[in-house]
C-alpha cells in the first residue's frame, strides 16, 4: 500500500487506439434500454414492416421483435430515411440492428454506410462484425482487411482479422498477432491466438507458454482452458488436463473486449451487471475514457446507482481528479461501510488532499477489520509524520513489536526520531532496523525516501528546495557510530536515490525503482531524479519497446493531472540517451501541462521545457528559457540546482541537446 500520489506502472491494459464513435451512443442512448423513450411516438404495429417506397433504404424487417425494441428499431429507421445521404444515422441503423440479431439487414445499411463514408474505419469494423455474425466469412475477410488499411494500428480489427484466416493461413495469422501484441501487448485474446498458431505449427511448448500467458490477463479465460486441457491430455498429463477442463466449464470469455467502438456498441441495452463488470475492469486496466462510456450507461438504472458511485471514485482517484473521488466515495461508502478495499483508495485521496485527520479516521476503521495488518498500522504512523503527529512513533513501535523486521516500520521509526530532532534516539534505532533490509544500502535509500516525501509534503512553498539539515546532523551521527559509508550516502540524498534507483533497474527490478522514485519525484533539483527515471525507462525499452509504448500510454493520460508526472515524463521524452524514447513534440506538449499546472514559477518545470525546445533543435528557444530559470529565487536557493542547470546552458548555447 502506498501513500504517495503514485507513478501509475504499466497496467494490464490494451494499447488500442481509441477511435470515437462520436454520435454513436448519442444517436442510440435510448437504444433497448430499459428507460422509456421519450422521442419516439408509439407504432403501429399491426404491421411489423416499414416500406420504403419514398426511400433508397432498404425496408427493415420488425417481425418477432418486442414493442419496446421494434419502436426504437422504427425511430432509428425513420431518422435514416430522413437524411439518406448521413452515414452516422445509416450506420446507427446498421448497428442497432445487428445488437437485435437483424443481421441480414445489418449488413444492407452498413453496406450502404461504407458507401457513404468511404474512409472511415468504423464502418468497415462494423461491416464486418455483422458479415462474420451471418456467417459470411470470406466477405467479413475482406471488410477486416479494409478496415485494417484505414487504420493500421486498431488491434483489435487485426486479432478479429487473424482469427478468420489462422486455420488456413497460419503464417499470415501469426504475422497479425505479433503485430497487434506490440499495440496491445497485455491482450489475452492475441496469447490465445499466438498460442493457436503454434498448435498449429506443432509447437506444443509454445503453445502452452501462450496460452499462460493469456490466462495471466484473463484467468477465467474459457478457450485457453480448453485449448490447454487437450494440449495436456495429448502429452499425457491427465491431472492438469482435468484441471484446464473444469476450469473451461465455469470460464467465460474475456469480459473487457480491448475494443473501444465493439464495447461501445454492446453498452447499448447491455445487462447491468454485464456494464458492472465491464466498468470496473475498464478502470483497473486504466482505460478511463472507455469507463466513463460504461458507467454512464450503468446509471441509468437506479438499482445500480451505489455501485456506479463506487466506480465513479475509482475512477476519478486513479485519473488524478481528487475531489470527485472523494464524493462518489462518500456516497457509497455511507451505504457500504464495511467495503475496506474502496476505503483504502477514498483515504489515499484524503491523503493527497492533505486531509490527514480523515484519512487517520479511515485507516483506524479499517484497522477494527484488520487487526493484523501492520502494513496499514506503519500508514498510519506515515500519516501521522505528514501531520506532526507525535503519535507516529507509537505506531510504528507497535508494528515492530509485532515482527521487528517489518520494513515499513523499520523506516518510520528512525524517520520519525529525525523528523522529531531526537538524532541520538535515531542513531541508536538504526542498527537494528537495517536488519529488515538487504543491504545497508537499501534502506539508506528508503529512509531517503520516506524523508524527502514527508518534507516535501510539509513546505509551506512546494518550491522551495528541501532544507538538508536533517540530513546532515544524521550524517555527523552515523560517522560517530561508526557508519561511514551510510553517513555519507545519506548526506547525499538525492544522488544516493538515483544511483539506488539507476542500479535497480539494471536488474529488472522496475517495481522498487518507480517505488523510490514516487517518494522523491516532487522534492528533484536540478533533474538529479528525472535522469534516474530516464535510466529506468531506457531500461523497460531496452527489455521490451512495447512494454516501454504501454508506460508512456498509461502514465501519459494521467499526467494530464498530475504536474509531477508530467514534468517527469516530458524529461524522459526530452533526454533519454535512448534514441527510441525520445520524442520533442510529446515532451512539450507533457512539459506545457506542467507548466500551466504550476503557473509558470517552477525552475524544475523551466528546465525540462528548455530540453524539450532543445530536442527539438530550438536552441535559442532553449537557452533563453533556462536563463529564465537561473533567475528564479527558487533556483539561486540551491547551489546544486544552479551548477546544473548553467551546466545545461552551456551545452544550449553550443546546439548541443542533453542526453542522459
Request: aromatic share 8%; proline share 5%; hydrophobic share 40%.
Given at each position: 500500500?502506498?501513500?504517495?500520489s503514485?507513478?501509475?506502472?504499466v497496467?494490464?491494459?490494451?494499447?488500442?487506439?481509441?477511435?470515437?464513435?462520436?454520435?454513436?451512443?448519442?444517436?442510440l442512448?435510448?437504444?433497448l434500454?430499459a428507460?422509456p423513450?421519450?422521442?419516439?411516438?408509439?407504432?403501429?404495429l399491426?404491421?411489423?414492416?416499414?416500406?420504403?417506397?419514398?426511400?433508397?433504404?432498404?425496408?427493415?424487417?420488425?417481425?418477432?421483435l418486442?414493442?419496446?425494441v421494434?419502436?426504437?428499431?422504427k425511430?432509428?429507421?425513420e431518422?435514416?430515411?430522413?437524411?439518406p445521404r448521413?452515414?452516422?444515422k445509416v450506420?446507427?441503423l446498421?448497428i442497432?440492428?445487428q445488437?437485435v440479431?437483424?443481421t441480414?439487414?445489418a449488413?444492407?445499411?452498413?453496406?450502404?454506410?461504407?458507401?457513404?463514408?468511404?474512409?472511415?474505419?468504423?464502418?468497415q469494423?462494423y461491416?464486418?462484425?455483422a458479415?462474420e455474425?451471418?456467417?459470411?466469412?470470406?466477405r467479413a475477410t475482406?471488410?477486416?482487411?479494409?478496415a485494417?488499411r484505414?487504420?493500421?494500428?486498431?488491434?483489435?480489427?487485426i486479432?478479429?482479422?487473424a482469427?478468420?484466416?489462422?486455420?488456413?493461413d497460419?503464417?499470415?495469422?501469426?504475422?497479425?498477432?505479433?503485430k497487434?501484441?506490440t499495440?496491445?501487448?497485455?491482450?489475452?485474446r492475441?496469447?490465445f491466438?499466438?498460442?493457436e498458431?503454434?498448435?498449429?505449427?506443432?509447437?506444443?511448448?509454445e503453445a502452452?507458454?501462450q496460452?499462460?500467458k493469456a490466462?495471466e490477463?484473463a484467468?477465467?479465460?474459457?478457450?485457453v482452458?480448453?485449448?490447454?486441457?487437450r494440449?495436456?491430455?495429448?502429452?499425457?498429463?491427465?491431472?492438469?488436463?482435468?484441471?484446464?477442463?473444469?476450469?473451461?466449464?465455469?470460464?467465460?470469455?474475456?469480459p473487457?473486449?480491448?475494443d473501444?467502438l465493439?464495447?461501445?456498441v454492446?453498452?447499448?441495452?447491455?445487462?447491468p451487471e454485464?456494464?458492472?463488470d465491464v466498468?470496473?475492469?475498464?478502470i483497473d486496466?486504466a482505460?478511463?475514457?472507455?469507463?466513463?462510456t460504461v458507467?454512464?450507461?450503468?446509471?441509468?438504472?437506479?438499482?445500480?446507482e451505489d455501485?456506479?458511485n463506487?466506480?465513479?471514485g475509482?475512477?476519478?482517484?486513479f485519473?488524478?481528479?481528487?475531489?470527485?473521488?472523494v464524493k462518489?466515495?462518500?456516497?457509497y461508502?455511507?451505504?457500504?461501510?464495511?467495503?475496506?478495499?474502496?476505503r483504502?483508495?477514498?483515504?489515499q485521496?484524503?491523503?493527497?488532499?492533505?486531509q490527514?485527520?480523515?484519512?487517520?479516521?479511515?485507516?483506524?476503521?479499517?484497522l477494527?477489520?484488520?487487526p493484523?495488518?501492520?502494513?496499514l498500522l506503519?500508514?498510519?504512523?506515515?500519516?501521522g509524520?505528514?501531520?506532526?503527529?507525535?503519535?507516529a512513533?507509537r505506531y510504528?513501535?507497535?508494528?515492530?513489536?509485532?515482527?521487528?523486521?517489518?520494513?515499513?516500520?523499520?523506516?518510520g521509526?528512525?524517520?520519525?526520531?529525525?523528523?522529531s530532532?531526537?538524532?541520538e534516539?535515531?542513531?541508536?534505532?538504526?542498527?537494528?532496523?537495517?536488519?529488515?533490509f538487504?543491504?545497508?544500502?537499501?534502506?539508506?535509500?528508503?529512509?531517503?525516501?520516506?524523508l524527502?516525501?514527508?518534507?516535501?509534503?510539509?513546505r509551506k512553498?512546494?518550491?522551495?528546495?528541501?532544507?538538508?539539515t536533517?540530513?546532515?546532523k544524521?550524517?555527523?551521527t552515523l560517522k560517530?557510530n561508526n557508519?561511514?559509508?551510510?553517513?555519507?550516502?545519506i548526506?547525499?540524498?538525492?544522488?544516493?536515490?538515483?544511483?539506488?534507483?539507476?542500479?535497480?533497474a539494471k536488474?529488472?527490478d522496475?517495481?522498487?525503482?518507480?517505488?523510490?522514485?514516487?517518494?522523491?519525484?516532487q522534492c528533484?533539483?536540478?533533474?538529479?531524479?528525472r535522469d534516474a527515471?530516464?535510466r529506468?525507462?531506457?531500461?523497460?525499452?531496452?527489455q521490451?519497446?512495447?512494454a516501454c509504448?504501454?508506460?508512456f500510454?498509461d502514465?501519459?493520460r494521467?499526467a494530464?493531472?498530475?504536474a509531477?508526472?508530467a514534468?517527469?515524463?516530458a524529461w524522459?521524452?526530452?533526454?533519454?540517451?535512448?534514441?527510441?524514447?525520445r520524442?520533442?513534440?510529446?515532451?512539450?506538449?507533457?512539459a506545457?501541462i506542467?507548466?500551466?499546472?504550476?503557473?509558470?514559477?517552477?525552475p524544475?518545470?523551466?528546465d525540462?521545457?528548455?530540453?524539450a525546445?532543445?530536442?527539438?533543435?530550438?536552441?535559442?528557444?532553449?537557452v533563453?528559457?533556462?536563463q529564465?530559470a537561473?533567475?528564479?529565487?527558487?533556483?539561486?536557493?540551491?547551489n546544486a540546482?544552479?551548477?546544473r542547470?548553467?551546466?545545461?546552458?552551456?551545452?544550449y548555447e553550443k546546439?548541443?541537446?542533453?542526453?542522459?
Amino acid at each position: 500500500m502506498t501513500t504517495q500520489s503514485p507513478i501509475r506502472k504499466v497496467r494490464s491494459r490494451t494499447g488500442a487506439v481509441l477511435v470515437r464513435a462520436g454520435s454513436l451512443l448519442l444517436g442510440l442512448s435510448g437504444g433497448l434500454s430499459a428507460q422509456p423513450t421519450s422521442a419516439p411516438t408509439k407504432p403501429d404495429l399491426a404491421d411489423r414492416t416499414v416500406a420504403s417506397a419514398d426511400s433508397p433504404l432498404p425496408e427493415i424487417d420488425l417481425i418477432g421483435l418486442p414493442e419496446e425494441v421494434a419502436a426504437d428499431l422504427k425511430a432509428a429507421y425513420e431518422k435514416a430515411r430522413s437524411d439518406p445521404r448521413n452515414p452516422e444515422k445509416v450506420g446507427e441503423l446498421g448497428i442497432l440492428c445487428q445488437r437485435v440479431a437483424k443481421t441480414s439487414s445489418a449488413v444492407e445499411y452498413l453496406e450502404l454506410t461504407t458507401r457513404l463514408a468511404p474512409g472511415e474505419m468504423k464502418w468497415q469494423y462494423y461491416l464486418a462484425l455483422a458479415l462474420e455474425d451471418s456467417y459470411e466469412y470470406s466477405r467479413a475477410t475482406e471488410a477486416y482487411r479494409a478496415a485494417n488499411r484505414l487504420d493500421p494500428n486498431y488491434p483489435a480489427v487485426i486479432v478479429r482479422l487473424a482469427d478468420l484466416v489462422r486455420e488456413k493461413d497460419v503464417n499470415e495469422a501469426f504475422g497479425l498477432y505479433q503485430k497487434a501484441a506490440t499495440l496491445s501487448p497485455k491482450d489475452p485474446r492475441i496469447h490465445f491466438g499466438l498460442g493457436e498458431c503454434a498448435r498449429l505449427k506443432n509447437q506444443p511448448d509454445e503453445a502452452i507458454k501462450q496460452y499462460k500467458k493469456a490466462l495471466e490477463y484473463a484467468p477465467k479465460y474459457a478457450k485457453v482452458h480448453g485449448a490447454l486441457a487437450r494440449l495436456l491430455t495429448a502429452r499425457g498429463d491427465r491431472v492438469n488436463a482435468a484441471l484446464h477442463a473444469d476450469a473451461e466449464k465455469r470460464g467465460r470469455e474475456p469480459p473487457v473486449v480491448r475494443d473501444p467502438l465493439v464495447i461501445r456498441v454492446m453498452c447499448i441495452g447491455a445487462n447491468p451487471e454485464w456494464l458492472l463488470d465491464v466498468a470496473g475492469q475498464l478502470i483497473d486496466l486504466a482505460d478511463f475514457d472507455l469507463a466513463v462510456t460504461v458507467v454512464s450507461q450503468l446509471r441509468k438504472h437506479p438499482r445500480y446507482e451505489d455501485q456506479a458511485n463506487k466506480l465513479l471514485g475509482r475512477l476519478h482517484y486513479f485519473r488524478h481528479e481528487l475531489d470527485l473521488a472523494v464524493k462518489y466515495f462518500e456516497s457509497y461508502l455511507a451505504q457500504f461501510g464495511g467495503d475496506d478495499e474502496n476505503r483504502v483508495l477514498y483515504a489515499q485521496a484524503l491523503l493527497e488532499l492533505k486531509q490527514y485527520d480523515e484519512v487517520t479516521k479511515n485507516y483506524l476503521l479499517i484497522l477494527k477489520n484488520k487487526p493484523d495488518d501492520l502494513e496499514l498500522l506503519s500508514q498510519i504512523g506515515t500519516v501521522g509524520l505528514l501531520s506532526g503527529n507525535p503519535e507516529a512513533i507509537r505506531y510504528f513501535q507497535q508494528a515492530l513489536l509485532r515482527n521487528r523486521k517489518h520494513p515499513g516500520a523499520c523506516v518510520g521509526l528512525v524517520a520519525a526520531f529525525l523528523l522529531s530532532n531526537d538524532f541520538e534516539s535515531a542513531g541508536k534505532a538504526y542498527p537494528n532496523t537495517l536488519r529488515a533490509f538487504e543491504s545497508p544500502e537499501e534502506y539508506d535509500s528508503e529512509l531517503i525516501g520516506k524523508l524527502l516525501y514527508v518534507l516535501g509534503e510539509r513546505r509551506k512553498d512546494p518550491l522551495t528546495p528541501i532544507d538538508p539539515t536533517v540530513f546532515i546532523k544524521f550524517a555527523e551521527t552515523l560517522k560517530r557510530n561508526n557508519y561511514p559509508q551510510s553517513a555519507e550516502r545519506i548526506q547525499y540524498p538525492l544522488s544516493t536515490v538515483a544511483g539506488v534507483v539507476e542500479r535497480w533497474a539494471k536488474k529488472s527490478d522496475f517495481a522498487k525503482s518507480f517505488q523510490l522514485i514516487q517518494h522523491c519525484i516532487q522534492c528533484d533539483e536540478g533533474g538529479v531524479i528525472r535522469d534516474a527515471m530516464s535510466r529506468v525507462v531506457q531500461n523497460v525499452h531496452l527489455q521490451s519497446p512495447a512494454a516501454c509504448i504501454q508506460f508512456f500510454r498509461d502514465n501519459g493520460r494521467i499526467a494530464e493531472n498530475d504536474a509531477s508526472l508530467a514534468n517527469m515524463l516530458a524529461w524522459v521524452r526530452a533526454t533519454s540517451a535512448e534514441a527510441g524514447v525520445r520524442n520533442a513534440q510529446e515532451a512539450m506538449r507533457l512539459a506545457a501541462i506542467a507548466d500551466k499546472a504550476t503557473g509558470h514559477k517552477n525552475p524544475e518545470v523551466l528546465d525540462t521545457i528548455a530540453a524539450a525546445h532543445a530536442e527539438g533543435g530550438d536552441f535559442p528557444r532553449a537557452v533563453q528559457t533556462l536563463q529564465e530559470a537561473l533567475k528564479m529565487s527558487a533556483t539561486t536557493a540551491s547551489n546544486a540546482r544552479v551548477a546544473r542547470f548553467r551546466e545545461r546552458l552551456a551545452m544550449y548555447e553550443k546546439k548541443t541537446a542533453y542526453r542522459h
